[in-house]
């Protein structure tokens, strides 16, 4: 929530439309929090058995947030949501892509082993629903005079154990970032993305091994890192959302402690490794 008092909010009167809230704890639902927070107005999406878990997460949230039915995989889903926003709304300020998914055979050491079937599900879901979404709501953003687009990703420099395929599928989505900035930048929409450090979510405990994760943050970042606290990341998303970061687009920014930007260990652990024990 805003801590301001009697001071202008960061997204007030922005209209916001937010994919992947599932649980509270997830990173969507603190962006959706911290939005309303900050004055912002917001749509949430959902799609078949999970849509009742994103309801039940927004009545969670101050006020009355809609839950509109939207599966990236289907055109005409991104379309019937899209006129949903125009009659609600007529415009959008800022859309949130936190979509991510791969069958269980694409992670967990089966990179090798994983068909194509489940490679092409992955790559469908966590690559190409990016620009398929920014695309089906930017005449939307444009109506706004242009907007924000936010994906949210996890570092795919270098591979980490367990990820697999999924790790490629973010390697993509990173590269998709560049294409669509260049692509939706005459219409001044804004698109980045949001490279978080690992976070007890949903998503993320269904990764065989995700707790070497906390063991490896705690060893390197710079800044420390909560893997319980979304926050840093959920205030990013929503400066990115805002009218103050302009300017900046096809952007990755990491929001992980400064992990990223360290070598194979720190003075306090130079022998620190992805993994170790």
């Known amino acids: 929530m805003s801590s301001h008092k009697g001071s202008v909010m960061l997204l007030a009167g922005k209209k916001l439309l937010l994919t992947g809230v599932l649980d509270p704890r997830s990173i969507a639902f603190a962006?959706?929090?911290?939005?309303?927070?900050?004055?912002?107005e917001v749509v949430?999406?959902?799609?078949?058995?999970?849509?009742?878990?994103?309801?039940?997460?927004?009545?969670?949230?101050?006020?009355?947030?809609?839950?509109?039915?939207?599966?990236?995989?289907r055109p005409e889903d991104i379309a019937a949501a899209a006129e949903q926003v125009a009659e609600r709304w007529g415009r959008l300020d800022g859309l949130l892509h936190a979509i991510g998914f791969a069958p269980a055979s694409c992670l967990g050491g089966g990179f090798l082993d994983?068909?194509?079937?489940?490679?092409?599900?992955?790559?469908?879901?966590?690559?190409?629903?990016?620009?398929?979404?920014?695309?089906?709501?930017?005449?939307?953003?444009?109506?706004?005079?242009?907007?924000?687009?936010v994906g949210l990703d996890f570092d795919a420099q270098v591979a980490w154990p367990g990820y697999d395929w999924m790790g490629v599928a973010k390697a993509g989505l990173e590269s998709a970032n560049r294409y669509l900035a260049r692509e939706l930048g005459a219409r001044n929409i804004r698109v980045n993305l949001v490279a978080a450090?690992?976070?007890?979510?949903?998503?993320?405990?269904s990764i065989d091994g995700f707790a070497d994760f906390e063991t490896v943050w705690k060893e390197r970042a710079p800044l420390g890192w909560d893997l319980a606290d979304p926050t840093p990341v959920?205030?990013?998303?929503?400066?990115?959302?805002?009218?103050?970061?302009?300017?900046?687009?096809?952007?990755?920014?990491?929001?992980?402690?400064?992990?990223?930007?360290m070598g194979a260990g720190t003075p306090t652990a130079p022998a620190a490794e992805l993994g170790s024990s």
């Open 197 to 205: 450090g690992p976070l007890n979510t949903m998503a993320a405990r």
């Open 234 to 261: 959920a205030r990013t998303v929503c400066a990115l959302l805002s009218d103050w970061v302009v300017g900046v687009t096809g952007e990755i920014l990491h929001v992980d402690g400064g992990l990223h930007a």
């Open 44 to 73: 949430l999406t959902g799609f078949g058995r999970t849509r009742r878990l994103t309801e039940r997460s927004a009545r969670r949230l101050p006020g009355d947030v809609e839950v509109l039915e939207l599966d990236v995989t």
């Open 114 to 149: 994983a068909p194509w079937e489940d490679v092409a599900t992955a790559l469908q879901v966590s690559t190409y629903s990016y620009p398929a979404l920014a695309n089906g709501f930017a005449d939307l953003l444009g109506q706004a005079g242009g907007g924000s687009v």
């Open 31 to 40: 962006v959706a929090e911290t939005a309303l927070g900050e004055g912002a």
